[in-house]
């Protein structure tokens, strides 16, 4: 562990540093401790900050110097995925399971890490106080069985900023599920006009989506003029509604 990086104060609302003092190695690394608090973890991203970490480190805050930004109306699907989405009966709506997304987020087996992910009980705990307070939100994609029963299958979390959504885990309990979440969110925030979304850090499976590499400076930018945009908080689920998958596929109006 670094040991000349910034160490924040224990006070309620202490700033965190420039992220411009952020480390080139590992990349991003900019402050350690703190809390988890809402008030906190609202300031980090309204900075383009965010927490991650693993059970037994402090608190770590990043910053990278390279960003995965998706545009809404840039997600891209597949040919493969959208015929298989035409005769889907999946259905994707927003805040009907927040903590059973973030649970499954926090334990679906992923390759390289068998103990899950960095998804601590503590982030947990910390973003699902977000939810309740009308920051997080979920979106969830359910099958429906011949019975008429629904069943999670996949979905996303992260946290609304102004007119910014910072994306934070997304799991697949079938095939592409994760991917449909994510195409649907976009659908909707780009009808209501908000024009991108935060995935954090490029891999070859969001860079297969459609997801662009920003600098820091480009992201922080974008950031400062929708970060204050006037979006309440709130529950999602009226506001989003139900998206048929099936309308994912030619990228129809819903």
Do not use: K
């Amino acid at each position: 562990m670094p040991l000349h990086i910034a160490r924040l104060d224990d006070a309620p609302g202490s700033p965190f540093p420039p992220v411009g003092l952020a480390l080139a190695e590992p990349d991003g690394l900019l402050a350690l401790g703190g809390d988890l608090a809402p008030a906190r973890l609202l300031d980090a991203y309204r900075h383009g900050i965010f927490p991650w970490f693993s059970e037994g480190e402090p608190i770590l805050w990043w910053s990278p110097s390279r960003r995965a930004v998706f545009r809404t109306d840039g997600v891209r699907l597949s040919s493969r995925r959208r015929r298989e989405l035409r005769r889907s009966r999946w259905r994707v709506r927003a805040d009907d399971a927040f903590e059973a997304v973030i649970h499954a987020c926090a334990h679906r087996p992923r390759p390289g890490q068998p103990g899950g992910t960095w998804i601590t009980a503590g982030m947990i705990a910390a973003y699902t106080g977000l939810h309740r307070l009308g920051h997080a939100h979920s979106i969830e994609v359910f099958d429906r069985d011949e019975d008429g029963e629904e069943h999670l299958v996949g979905g996303l979390y992260g946290l609304a900023i102004g007119r910014m959504f910072c994306g934070e885990s997304m799991f697949s309990a079938r095939p592409g599920a994760s991917t449909v979440a994510l195409a649907a969110l976009a659908r909707r925030l780009h009808g209501w006009g908000w024009p991108l979304l935060d995935a954090q850090v490029p891999n070859d499976h969001t860079r297969s989506l459609g997801v662009e590499t920003w600098s820091r400076d480009d992201y922080l930018r974008a950031l400062e003029r929708l970060r204050d945009a006037p979006e309440p908080a709130g529950d999602w689920r009226g506001r989003f509604g139900e998206i048929p998958a099936a309308a994912l596929a030619a990228g129809t109006p819903d």
